[in-house]
């Protein structure tokens, strides 16, 4: 053995260092809102409305997509209509599977807020409205832009 003697291993943490007993619902009792992440990209509003909706009234889903793909981003936010239902479906289902991959959910006091459409896409719905503006007058000066494009333009906004 070396004149130095042994390296001590670090000590592992006792009891009073962890706290092993963290509850959801102690923390959050009137919590509504679900977060839940590792989605796949499979995975659309209407999967967690079935799977989610079991456990109590959903009242809104924001499920952010990728502009180009249109693929969600692995996460989504869930407001059931009362902490009951948010309460069990976060117990039930953290841990749980879907489409092959473990989800993570957790209970949140936050609101959900929908997520807002992408510039590029409005900017996108814009140009096209020009373009139609534009090859309308040069073929016919008495057409006009279809109502429903109009429509798609306010949507967008």
């Known amino acids: 053995m070396s004149p130095r003697g042994r390296s001590t291993s670090p000590h592992p943490l006792h009891d009073v260092d ?17 977060i839940v992440t590792n989605l796949t990209r499979n995975v659309v509003e209407s999967h967690l409305q079935t799977i ?5 009234d959903i009242t809104k889903i924001d499920l952010p997509m990728y502009g180009k ?12 209509a009362d902490p009951t ?3 069990k479906a976060a117990s039930h289902m953290d841990g749980g599977q879907l489409d092959g991959a473990i989800l993570k959910v957790e209970l949140s006091d936050l609101p959900v807020v929908p ?8 900017v996108l719905h814009l140009e096209e409205v ?6 309308t007058q040069r073929t016919s000066p008495t057409r006009h832009v279809p109502t ?10």
Do not use: C, I
């Not at 997520?115 to 409005?122: F, K, N, W």
């Open 18 to 34: 962890v706290d092993m007993d963290v509850d959801n619902k102690v923390d959050k009792p009137h919590a509504k809102v679900v």
């Open 52 to 56: 989610f909706g079991f456990y109590g």
């Open 69 to 80: 793909s249109g693929q969600n981003r692995g996460k989504a936010a869930l407001e059931f």
């Open 85 to 87: 239902g948010a309460h």
């Open 115 to 122: 997520t807002p459409v992408p510039r590029l896409a409005l």
């Open 130 to 135: 020009d373009m139609l503006a534009v090859w």
């Open 148 to 157: 429903s494009l109009a429509f798609t333009l306010t949507l967008a906004n």
